[in-house]
């Protein structure tokens, strides 16, 4: 447990259950009986109580539970300059006995990062919540943009500027990123995590064979995600580490895709220069640990603890697992988390608040035990 810098031998994804004050505040809020700093200062004192809460159980790296949003994804990127938030037929994936509420973004103009976008005031709140406590926040991937904008979107027309120039598109989002992980980074962000559910998709034979259908190439597309991935990490300050969270689908303890790492192995894990890759190892929907043999030098966070359901994994059968994925990669670049967070979206999955700290009491618990005397 002596590592010092992220991601750290016990860590999480990031988002927690809303508490019932902050779900009561949002609600007040959305039927405008609340002040938009009457919120904040709700969600302020509840960010703080998970601090301490976060501290207490064992974790190096506290977030803000992500309590400020209501998606893991939308709320960042409806808010970048050119992209326009709306309300669509349906969500943008079909989830295993669920919905999420029917929204979406698209393009409409060039694409940049304002200097007034609401998550740096996120990121400097929480820093001063936390105090000394090293922050890590989190944000959507930009694999996520062009995603749900022109890959998932069955009628996307390319706005006059993108049209037939889809590299400038991958240009701009690349460059949005990086003036948002720059001014970041100014207000004092040395950890952050690219949340991204693109290579779930990939990984899902269906969903291959949907998207190929559609006239898309997978594997083009998948090298263009990991080239702005790299772009930003060549951008990015040597002391900053950045992780990227790989998903199926988190809300109310369903999922949207199935599928192990191969189809996007040799890709991904050989070629994205970030510093760590958070994987979903938490059911057999995740496939082996085969496909970590493209490993380089990042660090992998095995997510072996499901945030899915209440029910507990064996200590003994996570400290296997673990030792089954050295076969792959030496144990000092492993560490554990949960297989994701516990509310994607602020209605969260379906299990207790004691439940969802057990979740990590465990995490905490078998990476002392397995790093013990490594």
Known sequence: MSKLNPPFRADHVGSFLRSPAIVSARALHAKGMLSDAELTAVEDKEIKLLIEK??????????????????????????????????????????????????????????????????????????????????KFTIPSPSMLHLICCVRAENYAPIAYYKDNEEQLYADIAAAYCQCIDLLYAKGCRYLQLDDTSWGEFCSAEKRATYKERGFDLDAIAAKYVGMINTIMAHKKPDMTICMHICRGNFRSTWFSSGGYEPVAQELFGNCHIDGFFLEYDSDRAGDFKPLRFIQDQTVVLGLVTSKTPELESLALIKERVAEATQYVPLEQLCLSTQCGFASTEEGNNLTEAQQWAKVDLVVQAAKAIWADA
Do not use: C
Not at 56 to 78: K, P
Not at 82 to 110: L, M
């Open 54 to 135: 976060e501290l207490q159980h064992g974790l190096q790296a506290v977030t803000d539970g992500e309590y400020r949003r209501s998606f893991w994804h939308l709320d960042f990127l409806a808010a970048l300059t050119g992209i326009e938030h709306i309300k669509a037929k349906a969500w943008s994936v079909q989830f295993k006995d669920a919905a999420p509420k029917a929204e979406t973004i698209r393009i409409v103009d060039k694409i940049a990062f304002p200097e007034n976008h609401p998550f740096i005031e996120h990121f400097v709140r929480l820093q001063n919540l936390a105090g000394e406590a090293m922050v």
